[in-house]
């Protein structure tokens, strides 16, 4: 049986896709409404919870099952593990939070082989809304897992009839794809917020891609991964939809309107993150380093693309 650990929008939507095939238990640390409404109405209201989740808030039931899904914010995923850590021991962790963390640099993949390493440890990630997944929509994920045969098990564990489940053992690769293409989403959105043009989009969507492949490059990524759902997919879904949080915080920036600031957007530390290792490993990351000046408010949209377009002129 599988078990979902983190009751926001995520969680919520994997569970209920989940639960076409089997029981699932769902827990979330204040599971209350949930279990008494059916409905995650905080976090992805109208969609009805199947008979076939159990809502709890009791860790040690939950954990109880081979796999687990862990879908907590990527700031917070080593501090949850770590938390548990005994309970967590020898146990099947599919990470499904995307970014990179602000204290060590690391993916999911690498938080969960550092705080249980005994544990098999994989990553769920790709374009996909939680409301397009709860509703039944078709989608398409990429599941990373470096052993291959627990990645084969975990393909078939969690592919439902709307979840369709590709297999990767590039988890390098499928962590970063799934953690830069949030900052290219910011610089989007704002570039849109502040009426730049689709044009100005496609700029970024491309030369934001470029630093993403070079970021995975120096972090020995396969580049085909990048290329892949959890790379080009999600950034074309990102980029493009405001059903993402992260567009959503850059069209805010990008048109001086307020964003609720207890909103998860991953690409906001992420961001930040990444541009750390960029400036101490001397890459190119103009598009990250626009979008960190943004969010700490030593640039606006204007300054941001003025730095962009003044660069020296280069080969694609
Ligand atoms: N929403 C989406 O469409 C998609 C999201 N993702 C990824 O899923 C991850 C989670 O995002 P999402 O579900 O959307 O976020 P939400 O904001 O909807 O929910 C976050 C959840 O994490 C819980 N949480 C936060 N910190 C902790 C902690 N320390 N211990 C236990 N639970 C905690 C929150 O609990 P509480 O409610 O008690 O605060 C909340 O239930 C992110 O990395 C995101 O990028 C990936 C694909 C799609
Ligand atoms: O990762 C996502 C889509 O694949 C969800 O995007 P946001 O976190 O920006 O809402």
Redesign the pocket.
């Known amino acids: 049986m599988v078990s979902v ?9 994997l569970a209920i896709s989940l639960a076409q095939k089997s029981p699932v238990i769902l827990w ?3 599971p209350e409404d949930m279990a008494q409404n059916r409905e995650n109405k ?3 209201p109208g969609c009805e919870l199947p008979e076939a989740i159990t809502v709890t808030g009791d860790l040690a039931l939950a954990i109880k099952d081979d796999i687990l899904l862990v ?4 700031q ?1 995923l080593r ?2 593990l770590a938390g548990h850590a005994d309970a967590f021991t020898g146990k099947t962790i599919v990470a ?4 990179i963390e602000l204290s060590t640099g690391a993916g999911p993949a690498t938080v969960i082989a550092e705080t249980i390493p005994s544990a098999t440890s994989a990553i769920l ?1 790709g374009p ?4 397009d ?1 709860a509703r039944g929509l078709p989608t398409a994920l990429t599941l990373a897992c470096a052993e291959d045969a627990a990645g084969a098990r975990l393909q078939q564990a969690l592919t439902t009839a709307n979840l369709r489940i590709y297999r990767t053992t590039d988890t390098a690769g499928a962590e970063l794809g ?1 953690a830069l293409k ?1 900052v290219v989403a910011i610089a989007c959105g704002a570039a849109m917020g502040a009426g730049l043009g689709e044009s100005a989009r496609a700029a970024l969507m491309t030369r934001g891609f470029a630093e993403m492949q070079r970021f995975a490059a120096h972090r020995h990524a396969d580049p085909a991964t990048l290329s892949g759902l959890s790379g080009f997919g999600d950034l074309t879904l990102t980029c493009t939809s405001q ?1 993402s ?1 992260n567009y959503r915080l850059g069209l805010a920036l990008g048109s001086g309107s307020d964003f609720d600031a207890s ?2 957007v ?1 690409g906001a530390a992420t961001a930040r993150a990444m541009h750390e290792v960029a400036v101490k490993n001397a890459l190119e990351m103009p598009i990250t380093a626009a979008v960190t000046g943004l969010l700490d408010g030593s640039l606006d949209v204007k300054s941001a693309m003025a730095s962009l377009l003044n660069r020296p002129l280069k080969e694609e």
């Open positions: 650990l983190g009751g926001g929008a995520f969680g919520t939507a979330a640390r204040a905080a976090r992805l879908a907590v914010p990527l917070s501090g949850f499904c939070c995307k970014g990630t996909s809304f939680a409301a997944i799934g949030n059903q949080r909103t998860t991953e």
